[in-house]
């Protein structure tokens, strides 16, 4: 029948056996994931700037932050993100990185938000000029260097801009950004969104007008200086449709304001002043947008209403009066001129 007592002892050490290489794979398992989520590498050595998109995905935000030498163990960091659940929310902003951050107050940061330092609101119809002067008071650059950069070649030609400037390209919106934020990190945050929100306009349009880009963001920050109204919006930016096609002048008084770099009160004479932005002057879309036009801009030129009208005049109630002829359009004028 064989000795009991050495069957037993011998089971007694498989399970000592057993219970040991449990104890050392745990130990293993524990000091791997304490070296990848509690320690950084040596590299970098100073703070950087983090992009999170929206509708990033948590494993290219790892992997991105692999190459840029903040982890070297994005799978497992991964794998962790999986199990607490952060994988599947996941913040989408701008992020400083600290040297002294671990990977996992970086997981944490990136599900919950980071405190941010800056908050930059940008109204719909802001100008580069005035997105600028808001930047700089922020302490984001000074103007100067700011302006510079939004129409430096190189930087349009690495954000795809078909313009000389990002003016049009910025999207209205309030943004929280990092003490470490450029101008060069702001703009690219503002034009990602701007294509974000352009791509969604673009996707639930389905005859959109034959115009480029460009045209299409240049005509909708027209129509965002013309009325503030997006019942309004779908109309105006039909009108302007329609002169185009006719190649009738667009004679909008914001692109010639714009050409006298914002004055607000125009004489007769300005509406002969020799500028491509004048559209009393010269037929056609001015050659560059005029602002920064905000969503229901965008959807108005992208979804004119069609109509016939050729002309409108703002009343003194906040609304417009369109009219097909020019006939028509000088009876609404005299009209509003004789309101109190």
Known sequence: MGNPLGKLWHMVGQRKLLLIAFMLAGLFFLAWNERALLHRPSSPSTSIVFH???????????????????????????????????????????????????????????????????????????????????????????????????????????ENIPSTSVEGFLFPDTYFLPKAASAKDVFQMMISRFRTVYQSIQKESPHPPELSEKDLVTLASIVQKETGHPKDMAIVASIFINRLHQHMKLQSDPTVIYALKGRRKLHSRDLRIDSPYNTYRYHGLPPTPIDNPGREALKAVFNPKPVSYLYFISDKHGSQIYSDTLDGQDRAIRKVFREP
């Open 52 to 158: 999170v998109l929206p509708g990033t995905t948590f494993r290219s935000v790892v992997f991105e932050l692999s190459r840029k030498g903040v982890t070297g163990y994005p799978e497992t960091l991964v794998f962790w993100g999986d199990l607490l659940g952060i994988d599947t929310n996941i913040q989408a902003g701008v992020y400083e990185i600290s040297p002294e951050m671990s990977p996992l107050k970086i997981l944490l940061d990136l599900h919950n938000g980071q405190k941010y330092f800056y908050r930059l609101t940008v109204p719909e119809g802001f100008t580069m000029e005035q997105v600028a002067r808001r930047m700089a008071r922020l302490g984001i650059g000074s103007e100067k260097e700011i302006l510079s950069l939004s129409s430096d070649p190189v930087f349009l030609k690495e």
